[in-house]
């Protein structure tokens, strides 16, 4: 089955550090990946998005790839500030899924970013 | 825009007690989902509806949780009775369609945090 794998938080960064947080997925088919935030005390948002091998997804000063070869989508930021302190969720859709387009999330991994 | 309402924000009920949750979709969006999170660990989808016309229910303990979009539009799940296990935040999301594009995209609500002594 379809299953999105994070690594373990928490990640604790000072401001301005570059960020990376691991994700590796399995799906039978070809899936659409995604990047989503929740802050503290709201509700989940779509960070980023992509949808096919080699595609990059990037917002608000972050970004991932899409690396079917190696099966991963990785979030990356290059200088990390406070207001970036969240929980961050990777997930997957995949058509082919019974679930159609139903979101598959990863565990979720908590960042915080000091001063 | 209207977000995704959904209520009550929070819940605290005994263990077998019934419970129900609200949720309104962004208007236009055909798709609805529920999905529960438990703390600590990602969202997992409960049910999906399409219109008004349950699309996957597979993950549902049906022998205890039921949900209706009998209009298509807002949405109600219900659990009864309640057991430990069912703490959790229940999550509500809307798209356009069920598809990979841009009108596939899930706009999740506050969620609803419920409590189970």
């Known amino acids: 089955g379809n299953s999105v794998t994070q690594m373990e938080g928490p990640v604790t960064l000072s401001e301005e550090a570059f960020l990376t947080i691991n994700c590796t997925y399995t799906?039978?088919?070809?899936?659409?990946l995604f990047w989503y935030v929740q802050y503290p005390g709201e509700g989940l948002q779509l960070l980023l998005k992509a949808t096919k091998a080699d595609d990059k997804g990037s917002n608000k000063g972050f970004e991932a790839t899409y690396r079917k070869e190696t099966t991963s989508f990785h979030l990356e930021k290059g200088s990390v500030q406070v207001s970036d302190s969240a929980v961050y969720f990777c997930a997957l859709s995949d058509l082919q899924s019974n679930s159609g387009y139903a979101l598959n999330f990863g565990k979720g991994t908590s960042l915080l970013v000091t001063p | 825009e209207a977000g995704v309402a959904q209520s009550p924000r929070y819940k605290i009920i005994e263990k077998r007690q019934s419970v129900a949750f609200w949720c309104n979709p962004i208007s236009g969006h055909a798709t609805l989902y529920w999905y529960q999170q438990i703390l600590g660990q990602g969202p997992k989808l409960l049910i999906q509806?399409?219109?008004?016309?349950?699309?996957?229910d597979s993950q549902l303990p049906k022998d205890r949780f039921s949900a209706e979009r009998l209009k298509g539009v807002d949405s109600t799940l219900k659990i009864q009775p309640a057991k430990l296990e069912d703490s959790a935040v229940y999550l509500c999301?809307?798209?356009?369609?069920?598809?990979?594009?841009?009108?596939?995209?899930?706009?999740f609500g506050p969620g609803t945090r419920l409590t189970v002594l």
């Open positions: 799906a039978t088919g070809y899936p659409s």
């Open positions: 999301a809307s798209s356009l369609s069920p598809s990979g594009g841009a009108a596939g995209t899930q706009y």
């Open positions: 509806f399409q219109n008004n016309g349950v699309v996957d």
